[in-house]
């Protein structure tokens, strides 16, 4: 799956009342806590990446938080994340 960020802020229009900021502040978090995981980067999960651990993307139209910023649809999310910050659902 190719899908990229912009993709889904367009797919997330429909499931809640948000505008493109406030989806975009989401799928950030989302980045954050580990739900959004990139396998081959670092995330804060079970560590706190330093700066110098925080590869930054090497285009330069990219103002997404790291680490989603390197997230496409292929990397998918983790279970066990949200397993963890959402044990009910």
Do not use: H
Not at 42 to 61: L, T
């Amino acid at each position: 799956m190719s899908a990229k960020l912009s993709d889904l802020t367009r797919e997330l229009a429909g499931a809640f009342a948000s505008n493109l900021y406030e989806r975009r502040t989401l799928i950030g978090i989302l980045g954050y806590c580990g739900i959004m995981r990139v396998p081959s980067k670092p995330g804060f999960i079970a560590e706190f990446p330093s700066i110098s651990q925080r590869p930054e993307v090497p285009w330069i139209k990219n103002d997404w938080p790291y680490p989603v910023q390197w997230w496409t649809g292929a990397d998918g999310v983790s279970q066990e994340a949200t397993a963890f910050w959402f044990p009910n659902l």
